[in-house]
């Protein structure tokens, strides 16, 4: 990735300690390790997180204890952002992992125009819906059998980027 690699870290009393760093094509094998646990997530090849630069991505992952927590990736079209995946470890979660990465793909948004961020998840998985809900998102329409491995409808979700 090009430039200084922009990184935060949060702590919460009680919670894991993190810090959140673009992604790093070194950070694929790791990335598709989390990936591999959460069939929910969008089943990429490692190629696709090697390559984010040179198709108009960007990736960040959340790293805690020298391990990968969790990852999103993102991609900004005009002044649109789309989040493409988001997927933190199972023995992670509810943690801030996914609030963090979230938030910062946001504000990286936020600095490069954006107006509006946009992203499909499965129908079933309520607990990324609520998430997503919870983080300013509201559900604009749906996409019938969008997913395949297991088959499942899209919930297309929107919120506006200036909230953050």
């Given at each position: 990735m090009e430039g200084l690699m922009n990184t935060s870290?949060?702590?919460?009393?009680?919670?894991?300690?993190?810090?959140?760093?673009?992604?790093?094509?070194?950070?694929?094998?790791?990335?598709?390790?989390?990936?591999?646990?959460?069939?929910?997530?969008?089943?990429?090849?490692?190629?696709?997180?090697?390559?984010?630069?040179?198709?108009?991505?960007?990736?960040?992952?959340?790293?805690?204890?020298?391990?990968?927590?969790?990852?999103?990736?993102?991609?900004?079209?005009?002044?649109?952002?789309?989040?493409?995946?988001?997927?933190?470890?199972p023995g992670m979660r509810r943690q801030g992992v996914a609030e963090k990465l979230l938030n910062e793909a946001i504000a990286w948004a936020g600095q490069n125009g954006?107006?509006?961020?946009?992203?499909?998840?499965?129908?079933?998985?309520?607990?990324a819906v609520e998430f997503y809900k919870a983080h300013g998102f509201h559900r604009i329409g749906m996409r019938p059998n969008y997913y395949f491995n297991p088959p499942d409808d899209a919930t297309l979700l929107a919120a506006p980027v200036s909230r953050r």
């Open positions: 870290t949060s702590k919460t009393p009680g919670a894991l300690s993190f810090a959140v760093r673009e992604l790093q094509s070194s950070d694929a094998d790791s990335v598709l390790a989390i990936q591999a646990q959460s069939p929910e997530a969008s089943q990429w090849q490692k190629k696709d997180y090697e390559s984010l630069a040179g198709n108009g991505s960007r990736g960040w992952v959340a790293q805690a204890d020298g391990r990968i927590a969790g990852f999103l990736v993102a991609r900004l079209i005009a002044d649109e952002v789309e989040i493409l995946n988001l997927a933190v470890d954006a107006a509006r961020a946009y992203l499909e998840v499965r129908q079933r998985n309520l607990g």
